[in-house]
């Protein structure tokens, strides 16, 4: 017991420190393209279960179907998990700030043009996976750590419909659409 509680919290610091080292270091995304034509989003599905509403990103931005990306998060891991998305938590930290996850490891490989941070609770996993993609454009909400997202909505995390219509607004401000 004493020993598991020893490792985990040696997790927990690591995953802090590199957070904190990737968010004040000069970031490493190439910013000269324009456009969208790939989207990630980290759901956290303790706080938002409609999964689904994020394959409207492909319709509202006329991308293929298989241009948008989802994985979520759920603090305790369940393998018979009712969700056909993807799932990640707090189980799959590993120690150097790794994760430990296959679901999660391939979603970082790709590279997109924007990363949607659809979670409000400070959750350490979901903070890492958010620092740790590479995208050209990160959005999110208010009141999680402002040095992750570029761009950060006001909107109600249970209001999918204003999100998406705030996000594109915003999007074609910056000229991405």
């Not at 020893?6 to 004040?24: M, P, T, V």
């Not at 994020?54 to 009712?82: H, R, T, W």
């Not at 995208?135 to 909107?155: H, M, P, Q, S």
Request: proline letters at 5%; a neutral charge.
């Amino acid at each position: 017991m004493f020993l598991k509680k020893f490792k985990d919290n040696l997790k927990i610091r690591a995953a802090r420190k590199f957070i904190k080292r990737e968010l004040e270091s000069p970031s490493n995304t190439p910013k000269g393209r324009v456009g969208i034509t790939t989207i990630g989003c980290i759901v956290n599905l303790d706080e938002f279960k409609d999964v689904e509403s994020f394959n409207e990103f492909a319709e509202e931005f006329s991308l293929p179907p298989n241009s948008v990306k989802v994985i979520g998060y759920k603090a305790v891991g369940d393998n018979n998990s009712p969700f056909g998305t993807p799932t990640f938590s707090d189980e799959d930290l590993g120690f150097k700030a790794k994760i430990e996850n296959s679901y999660a490891l391939e979603f970082l490989e790709g590279e997109y043009d924007v990363l949607v941070n659809y979670y409000t609770r400070e959750q350490l996993p979901l903070r890492l996976m958010s620092v740790k993609t590479k995208a050209r454009l990160k959005v999110g909400f208010g009141g999680v750590d402002e040095k992750i997202n570029d761009l950060i909505l006001n909107t109600p995390i249970n209001d999918f419909q204003t999100f998406k219509k705030e996000m594109r607004k915003y999007l074609g401000v910056l000229n991405e659409i």
